[in-house]
T-cell receptor, first 114, second 111 residues
Framework: DTGVSQDPRHKITKRGQNVTFRCDPI?????LYWYRQTLGQGPEFLTYFQNEAQLEKSRLLSDRFSAERPKGSFSTLEIQRTEQGDSAMYLC????????????FGDGTRLSIL | GENVEQHPSTLSVQEGDSAVIKCTYS??????FPWYKQELGKRPQLIIDIRSNVGEKKDQRIAVTLNKTAKHFSLHITETQPEDSAVYFCAASTGANNLFFGTGTRLTVIP
C-alpha cells in the first residue's frame, strides 16, 4: 500500500498525558499536512510542511501542540498535557509541491481523552 | 479567513436518482475546490476537484460546477448507487494549500 499511513489508529489516554502520532506520506510527496476532525465536522487545518520546513501553522495549534518532520519524510504530531477538548480524529495528508495540488489523506488517528 | 458553507446536511435519494450538494465560499481569492467522500471510520477520499479557470468538470457519474461570480460550487451525482452512501465534504483553497472544509453532507442512497 503506497498511500498515506498513520500510526496508531486509535489512542486512549488520560487527561494530562502526552501523546505522539506518526504520519508516513506518499513517498513522492514532499508536502505534508495535519488536520483535526471532530464528530460531524469537516477537517480543520492545523499545519503543513514542505520537506522539513514547517511553513504554516493554524491558530488552532496551541502551544501544547508541536509537529516535526526532521528528515522531510515522516512527521510526528505531539500533544502535551492533553485536555478533553483534544479528543478528535487527527488526519494527515500529503501532496506534490505547488499550488492546488490534490491532497491525499491517511486513515487518521482517533484520540480519546478519558 | 475562508468560510465554506455546505447544504444540505443530510440527503436521502432513491437508487438511480440524482443527488446534488451545494457549497458557498466567502474568499474571492479561492481558486481550488476539491470534493471528498468519507465512509464511516475511513479516510476522506478525493473524488473530484475543479480549479477556478473552468466552470464544470465531469468524471463518469460525478460532476462539479463552479460559479465564481456567485461564489458557489456544486457536486452532482447521477444514477446513484447504494455504495455512494457516505459523507461528502466540499473544500476551498486560495492556493496556499490549506483546505477549508464544509461541514459535510450525509448522503443515503435507498435501494
Amino acid at each position: 500500500d503506497t498511500g498515506v499511513s498513520q500510526d496508531p489508529r486509535h489512542k486512549i489516554t488520560k487527561r494530562g498525558q502526552n501523546v505522539t502520532f506518526r504520519c508516513d506520506p506518499i513517498s513522492e510527496h514532499n508536502r505534508l499536512y495535519w488536520y483535526r476532525q471532530t464528530l460531524g465536522q469537516g477537517p480543520e487545518f492545523l499545519t503543513y510542511f514542505q520537506n522539513e520546513a514547517q511553513l504554516e501553522k493554524s491558530r488552532l495549534l496551541s502551544d501544547r501542540f508541536s509537529a516535526e518532520r526532521p528528515k522531510g519524510s515522516f512527521s510526528t504530531l505531539e500533544i502535551q498535557r492533553t485536555e478533553q477538548g483534544d479528543s478528535a480524529m487527527y488526519l494527515c495528508a500529503s501532496s506534490f509541491p505547488g499550488n492546488n495540488q490534490p491532497q491525499h489523506f491517511g486513515d487518521g488517528t482517533r484520540l480519546s481523552i478519558l | 479567513g475562508e468560510n465554506v458553507e455546505q447544504h444540505p446536511s443530510t440527503l436521502s435519494v432513491q437508487e438511480g436518482d440524482s443527488a446534488v450538494i451545494k457549497c458557498t465560499y466567502s474568499d474571492s481569492a479561492s481558486n481550488y475546490f476539491p470534493w471528498y467522500k468519507q465512509e464511516l471510520g475511513k479516510r476522506p477520499q478525493l473524488i473530484i476537484d475543479i480549479r477556478s479557470n473552468v466552470g464544470e468538470k465531469k468524471d463518469q457519474r460525478i460532476a462539479v460546477t463552479l460559479n465564481k461570480t456567485a461564489k458557489h460550487f456544486s457536486l452532482h451525482i447521477t444514477e446513484t448507487q447504494p455504495e455512494d452512501s457516505a459523507v461528502y465534504f466540499c473544500a476551498a483553497s486560495t492556493g496556499a494549500n490549506n483546505l477549508f472544509f464544509g461541514t459535510g453532507t450525509r448522503l443515503t442512497v435507498i435501494p
